[in-house]
């Protein structure tokens, strides 16, 4: 099966020295959500500009969707969906315009569009809300709004440069119910930058880690998650017990086991598994549990290990970053100068 996306040594340098994408490849097959999860700076918006057309490479070669991105961007830019982070729907109008605006943009044919637009306005929770100007709607409401205009033509492939920024638990949690919605109802191929690791860990089947403009990682969440060592299992015995240790290390497939407030943390490739074997040995050993609890790795701990940096995710776009991104999205549109 031809690939959704195909990235083959895509790099990218501006003023002669700063490599800000380096060599950078990858697959995404049809369907996958692939996450490109890197602190701020890391290449990802300047790798997601690329992939849609927006951004000539320095290097490599890129293919979307069966189509040449670098030889024929503007076929791309057609073909493809694309949500910045960046408010790119026009305040002043209404939300209803503002898709009527994309679908034209488009090309989506005027009489599939109305019907196409009550539709999306249903479905993303905007219709009581579709003839009030954009100004007046909350982020959630915006970013679901963004979301719409970058599905109105339904593309195959959807492209997210860090959807939910500044958005609360809740909008969050709203916005990528949509998109697993159209993913599993169109098959779609979902390209999503991040920087909550929660997020990519649920919605992601395979993550590449981007530090200073390389990939340093790539698999399955829990693919990275298992490279950390495994899970950590807390046993917690009814009454202190000296034997416990011994009895937990002779368990097959414990890698380590270590005392902690009067409970055992011991430490396995695959948690799940060992928990009926690790209960099973107690028992045989007339040792009464208090309890048990299984702990996985999660990305932050990932993303320390593979960039040796803590990841923080508080930090906002500088203003080069929106200046580039909002030139780049009036370029795209073909609405310069506003
Ligand atoms: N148009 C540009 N001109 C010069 N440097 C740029 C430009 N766009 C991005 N950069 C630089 O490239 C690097 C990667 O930026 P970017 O792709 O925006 O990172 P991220 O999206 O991961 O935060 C940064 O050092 C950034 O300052
Ligand atoms: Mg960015």
Redesign the pocket.
Known sequence: MEPAIRAEGVGRT??RT?K??DNVSFTVTPGEAFGFL??????????VSMLTGNLRPTAGRAVVDGVDVFHHPEAVKRRIGLVFQEQTSDSDLTGRENLELAAALFGVPRRDATATIDGLLDRMQIGDAADRLTKTYSGGMRRRLELAVGIIHSPRVLFLDEPTLGLDPQGRAGFWKYVQELRRDHGMTVFV?THYLDEADSICDRIAI?DH?RIVATGTPSELKDHLGGDVITIRPAREDRSLEAVLRAVPGVLSVASQDGAFRVKAPRGEELIPPLVNACAHAGIGLAGVSLKRPSLDEVFLEFTGREFREDEGMTA??RA?RVGQVQRAFGRGGR
């Open positions: 501006f003023n700063l800000a994408v890197g602190p701020n700076g890391a290449g990802k918006t300047t790798t930058t981007i403009g080069t970053d580039v």
